[in-house]
Nanobody
Framework: VQLQASGGGLVQAGGSLKLSCAAS????????LGWFRQAPGKEREFVAG????????YYADSMKGRFTISRDNAKNTVSLQMNSLKPEDTAVYYC??????????????????WGQGTLVTVSS
């Protein structure tokens, strides 16, 4: 499966952005999906994940209550709604797919496919 992330940009602290990731391939619904991010000089970190069905979602503690992950298997897309953004949310955000998985894995090495990343910059 190929992934294409979009929706990044510059936003003020407290604002919102919605990232989208479009996937190619007929077996999209067989993949658990995740969003990761990587800030300059830091390791890639887990942001949120969603199961193949969309019924189960997972979040890093610092994103709970602010970010919402969702997917539309009919449109082969996964989204990340980000609210109450903070300057420390500034990073390149990546979508990732893991075959026949729940989306609960917080390890980047568990994911099989990656999008190219989209930059989110939050100004103070």
């Amino acid at each position: 499966v190929q992934l294409q992330a979009s929706g990044g940009g510059l936003v003020q602290a407290g604002g919102s952005l919605k990232l989208s990731c479009a996937a190619s391939g007929r077996t999209f619904s067989s993949y658990g999906l995740g969003w990761f991010r990587q800030a300059p000089g830091k390791e890639r970190e887990f942001v949120a994940g969603i199961s193949w069905s969309g019924r189960s979602t997972y979040y890093a503690d610092s994103m709970k209550g602010r970010f919402t992950i969702s997917r539309d298997n009919a449109k082969n897309t996964v989204s990340l709604q980000m609210n109450s953004l903070k300057p420390e949310d500034t990073a390149v955000y990546y979508c990732a797919a893991q075959y026949l998985a729940s989306g609960s894995s917080r390890s980047s090495t568990a994911y099989d496919y990656w999008g190219q990343g989209t930059l989110v910059t939050v100004s103070s």
